[in-house]
């Protein structure tokens, strides 16, 4: 069965700085993996996903994330972070085969100070 | 706006009572999805169902039931409820069976007093 880890609970970065969250995942095949973003009393909201092809993915709201096969990681980044940023990211793997869950990690909640 | 609805939004109930959530999915999507978000647990994957089937089981305990009607909405059944049940649950919809993208609604917050 698929796992993903999110090793930082929070992150703060000064508005206009870079971001990386971190995942990791844990799949036995080359997995689907996604970044949602969840602002407060909001549901999640996609903002990219890697299926196949080019390891370095573009999502919206200017986020990219890599995925590194060789570290079983995906993760996220932006160049310069706006206030809007600000919200809480899931990391999430998906099985290519057979089973069909979409697990989620435990989130990341990003803080941004002005 | 995700075009997944889910209703109630708040619900406020006793230990021992039963409640159903209701989730519309978007138009044409025929995967929906169950997650239980709380506070300790994070996001945990419920259940799924494609097409009125069910798909795929997560970590959901005997007491909780879900359906997928023929019109595709779905429900989420709690029965013999205890203040641990206490979270938001979201519903999610996607076109496809296996690992697409997931819609989410806003989520259903349950209150166990």
């Known amino acids: 069965a698929q796992s993903v880890t999110q090793p930082d609970i929070h992150i703060t970065v000064s508005e206009g700085a870079s971001l990386e969250l971190r995942c990791n995942y844990s799949?036995?095949?080359?997995?689907?993996l996604f970044w949602y973003v969840q602002s407060p009393g909001q549901g999640l909201q996609l903002l990219l996903k890697y299926f196949s092809g080019d390891t370095l993915v573009q999502g919206i709201k200017g986020f990219e994330a890599e995925f590194k096969r060789s570290q079983s990681s995906f993760n996220l980044r932006k160049p310069s972070v706006h206030w809007s940023d600000a919200a809480e990211y899931f990391c999430?793997?998906?099985?290519?085969?057979?089973?069909?869950?979409?697990?989620f990690g435990k989130g990341t909640r990003l803080h941004i100070l002005p | 706006d995700s075009g997944v609805t889910q209703t109630p939004k708040h619900l406020i109930t006793a230990t021992g009572q039963r409640v159903t959530l209701r989730c519309s999915p978007r138009?044409?999507?025929?995967?929906v999805y169950w997650y239980q978000q709380s506070l300790d647990q994070g996001l945990q994957f419920l259940i799924q169902y494609y097409n009125g089937e069910e798909r795929a089981k997560g970590n959901i305990l005997e007491r909780f039931s879900a359906q997928q009607f023929p019109d595709l909405h779905s429900e989420l059944n709690l029965s013999s409820l205890e203040l641990g049940d206490s979270a938001l649950y979201f519903c999610?919809?996607?076109?496809?069976?296996?690992?697409?993208?997931?819609?989410f609604g806003e989520g259903s917050r349950l209150t166990v007093l």
């Open positions: 799949y036995g095949a080359t997995p689907y």
């Open positions: 138009s044409g999507d025929l995967s």
């Open positions: 999430a793997v998906g099985a290519k085969a057979g089973d069909d869950k979409i697990i």
């Open positions: 999610a919809s996607s076109v496809v069976a296996s690992s697409g993208e997931l819609f």
